[in-house]
């Protein structure tokens, strides 16, 4: 595709996301995770992951908005909240992309409310350079230092989530 050059392909992203797997079954081993999509973009990230994790987990989805029509963060909004309980429970969230970190901070501040009895993070990409906010991911797919990024479930204007690799935007 035109204007797109590939900075992971699916073999480097799936090897990695087998990685993320492993590590993560053994930090909760004999627990029961309460695992946490952060829509849209982390639902590919998120179908994958949870496919390498050996253990008993529930799963539930937000939709959080950021990114309205474009690479410019606007304000943060709770489109859909959750549909299950998280008190007392070891909640996992996962996200696609840790940015600015305003997106992180809001909802993981969101659920703290809710006395689960831990909360970490997953993101497939780090940013650590356009950080805001000072705030870290528990668990990091590939820290990345280059532009807008599109494919693996992110995108550009809603495009480009079906590219199975990641793609920079020319
Ligand atoms: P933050 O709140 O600035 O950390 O932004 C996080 C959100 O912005 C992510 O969940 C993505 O939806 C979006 N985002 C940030 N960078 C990119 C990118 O390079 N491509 C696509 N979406 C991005
Ligand atoms: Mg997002």
Redesign the pocket.
């Known amino acids: 595709m035109e204007n797109l050059k590939v900075i992971l392909t699916e073999e480097q992203i799936q090897n990695r996301v087998r990685e993320l797997g492993e590590t993560i079954t053994n930090d909760y081993k004999g627990k029961f995770p309460h695992c946490i999509c952060?829509l849209?973009?982390?639902n590919t990230f998120f179908s994958d992951l949870i496919k390498r994790l050996n253990l008993n987990i529930t799963v539930d989805f937000v939709k959080?908005s950021?990114?309205k029509n474009g690479?410019v963060?606007n304000d943060?909004e709770l489109v859909n909240g959750l549909t299950d309980a998280v008190k007392d429970r070891d909640v996992l969230i996962v996200?696609?992309?840790?940015?600015?970190?305003?997106?992180?901070?809001?909802f993981v501040d969101e659920l703290k409310k809710q006395r689960p009895t831990s909360v970490k993070t997953c993101v497939f990409?780090n940013?650590p350079e356009?950080r805001?906010i000072d705030v870290s991911a528990d668990y990091v797919g590939f820290n990345i230092n280059c532009?807008?990024?599109?494919g693996y479930g992110?995108?550009?204007a809603e495009r480009f989530r079906n590219l199975p690799y990641l793609a920079e935007?020319l």
């Not at 996200?95 to 809001?106: F, P």
Request: glycine share 8%.
């Open positions: 952060v849209k973009g982390a959080i950021s990114y690479t963060s943060i996200d696609d992309v840790l940015d600015s970190g305003k997106t992180l901070n809001y990409l940013k356009r805001e532009g807008f990024v599109v992110m995108d550009y935007l």
